[in-house]
């Protein structure tokens, strides 16, 4: 069969699209110029999620891809300053104008009670967004604890593929996400960063934070039975 021949099929796809579309609305977007633009444009390059966002409009791919799920033993008592201020290969990262260290401020006077076994499940994000997104495709706040956060890197040592994006992540800003109560019980984001092979680096944001996260970035949240 021609091209020519297949036009009027395609025709007639493009009308059902508009079926039941009102006569005024069809005029707004003809008026717009709309069409005609993505006419013109090399529709291969556009990514629908990313044009779907910029219209308004819910991405058609689910934000989260589910890679895993990692059990939690059983955590003591946990006071935050001796075990994340010691030396050892958890090493916090100063990033703010005036060089304030979030994570001390909002964390080092917490303590964190004895607390049972646990699942987390950790998910990978298919494109660059934010906190209110990715709450709201896994339902709520779904809140871990430093306790379980401390137990996930004593899992997996720096440089070594496991729950936590590394430095095997094709993208050095991929992040991995937890949202944590401080010491005044407000909620904040606390990040994990492994893009160096012999640390990782911790830091920490308000909730929520007011850029997107980077696509591959891992967010991390309780299994609920």
Do not use: H
């Not at 050892?88 to 990262?93: G, P």
């Amino acid at each position: 069969m021609k091209t020519k021949d297949r036009i009027p099929r395609q025709l007639k796809n493009v009308l059902q699209l508009f079926e039941n579309t009102p006569v005024e609305r069809l005029q707004e977007l003809i008026r717009s110029g709309f069409l005609a633009d993505l006419l013109d444009a090399d529709i291969t390059t556009i990514d629908r999620d990313s044009f779907r966002q910029r219209l308004g409009l819910k991405p058609l791919t689910p934000l989260l891809r589910n890679i895993g799920t990692v059990k939690i033993a059983a955590t003591g008592r946990l006071i935050v300053k001796e075990r994340f201020g010691k030396e050892t290969n958890v090493k916090r990262i100063f990033q703010d104008d005036k060089f304030k260290d979030r994570f001390q401020t909002w964390f080092f006077g917490k303590i964190e009670e004895s607390a049972s076994e646990t699942t987390l499940r950790y998910a990978e994000l298919t494109r660059w967004d934010s906190d209110a997104s990715i709450i709201s495709e896994i339902g709520d706040v779904r809140e871990t604890t430093l306790a379980q956060i401390y137990s996930l890197l004593e899992l997996q040592k720096p440089g070594e593929q496991g729950a936590f994006c590394t430095a095997f992540c094709p993208d050095n800003s991929a992040q991995n996400i937890f949202y944590v109560r401080d010491v005044n019980s407000e909620l904040r984001i606390v990040c994990i960063n492994g893009r160096y092979r012999d640390r990782w680096e911790i830091d920490a944001y308000s909730f929520p934070s007011r850029g997107q996260w980077s696509i591959l970035s891992r967010a991390f949240f309780p299994v609920y039975v």
